[in-house]
């Protein structure tokens, strides 16, 4: 499986952004499809995450009731739709896909790995 992400950018605090994560190749063995970031001097982190087949839906409570995680299931897109951006959400994001099913926040688990895309946000 490969994924491309894109849709970073620079946004001023409490703008929006919206993340794609475009799966190709052996995409009918996903089972979870998720994302994190990382912060200059920080670690991994997790951000959210979706059950490919179920459609289930997780958060990191720092981004509970901004973000929204989405999928188009027929262009093996899983999109994150970030609102009232922080200045702390400043990250590079990237996406990441398993196999099978997994504690979805934990990142060593994650079959495959996209490049990342930043998002800066001025405070």
């Known amino acids: 499986v490969q994924l491309q992400a894109s849709g970073g950018g620079l946004v001023q605090s409490g703008g929006s952004l919206r993340l794609s994560c475009a799966a190709s190749g052996r995409t009918f063995s996903m089972s979870v499809m998720g994302w994190f970031r990382q912060a200059p001097g920080k670690e991994r982190e997790f951000v959210s995450a979706?059950?490919?087949?179920?459609?289930?839906?997780f958060y990191a409570d720092s981004v509970k009731g901004r973000f929204t995680i989405s999928r188009d299931s027929a262009k093996n897109t899983v999109f994150l739709q970030m609102n009232n951006l922080k200045f702390e959400d400043t990250a590079v994001y990237y996406c990441a896909a398993a196999s099978r099913l997994i504690p979805v926040s934990n990142w060593g688990l994650y079959d495959h790995w996209g490049r990342g895309t930043l998002v800066t946000v001025s405070s």
């Open positions: 979706l059950g490919w087949n179920g459609g289930s839906t």
